[in-house]
């Protein structure tokens, strides 16, 4: 059972324009989402985070917007540049307890973005 | 660079081998993580360690162990190899349990069985 979705394995985008990646999830008891960014021969780093107290968090050109509700996350890239050409993972983590419980994050399969010039 | 130190780069192994893995955290980082990359997967959490002891265990087979060590480096030993266990496999560092900072990740060890 998938608790992270990303369900557009790809995605392409004009250089310039913003690009949108989705996520969406199952488990409520997630309360911290991240995105990382995945480079060829590298490993996942980190982009930016949110915390489910919160609906956005800006980073300079990247910001993520958390809606509850629905059980949706999305970062959105803007202006798109060819560096941003990478696979994208959505990640989530879910309330610490106390005495145990994983603090692995669950992640989704990932989107890979393309930037057309 | 991460900080996160992962040897090999690449190891290429015979079905019903032993491998051992090797992780090395980021500088003040007590907990490790490893994950299994497949094919068109995504990362699928194995097993994390803080400060020595095994916190949390996901989808790790018994086939497999690992553990870390008191320098806090970390190895993912893989006995009794199937053609199915050919993956990247990430180390993974943060600074401990009880905290929202983010995991660092290691380049990958990539495992061919064959």
């Known amino acids: 059972d998938q608790q992270v979705k990303q369900n557009s394995p790809s995605l392409s985008v004009q250089e310039g324009r913003i690009s949108i990646l989705n996520c969406d999830y199952t488990?409520?008891?997630?309360?911290?989402f991240l995105w990382y960014k995945k480079y060829p021969a590298e490993g996942p780093t980190f982009l930016i985070s949110?915390?489910?107290?919160?609906d956005k968090n800006e980073d300079g050109r990247f910001t993520v917007f958390l809606n509850k509700s629905a059980k949706h996350l999305s970062l959105h890239i803007v202006p798109s540049q060819p560096g941003d050409s990478a696979v994208y993972f959505c990640a989530a983590r879910t309330a610490l307890h106390s005495g145990g419980g994983a603090d692995g994050l669950t992640f989704g399969k990932g989107t890979h973005l393309i930037i057309q010039p | 660079d991460s900080g996160v130190t992962q040897t090999p780069k690449h190891l290429i192994t015979a079905t019903g081998q032993r491998v051992t893995l090797r992780c090395s955290p980021r500088?003040?980082?007590?907990?490790v993580y490893w994950y299994q990359q497949s094919l068109d997967q995504g990362l699928q959490f194995l097993i994390q360690y803080y400060n020595g002891e095994e916190r949390a265990k996901g989808n790790i087979l018994e086939r497999f162990s690992a553990q870390q060590f008191p320098d806090l480096h970390s190895e993912l030993n893989l006995s009794s190899l199937e053609l199915g266990d050919s993956a990247l496999y990430f180390c993974?560092?943060?600074?401990?349990?009880?905290?929202?900072?983010?995991?660092?990740f290691g380049n990958g060890t990539r495992l061919t069985v064959t």
């Open positions: 500088s003040g980082d007590l907990s």
């Open positions: 488990n409520s008891m997630f309360d911290y």
């Open positions: 949110i915390s489910s107290i919160k």
């Open positions: 993974a560092s943060s600074v401990g349990p009880g905290d929202n900072s983010p995991l660092h």
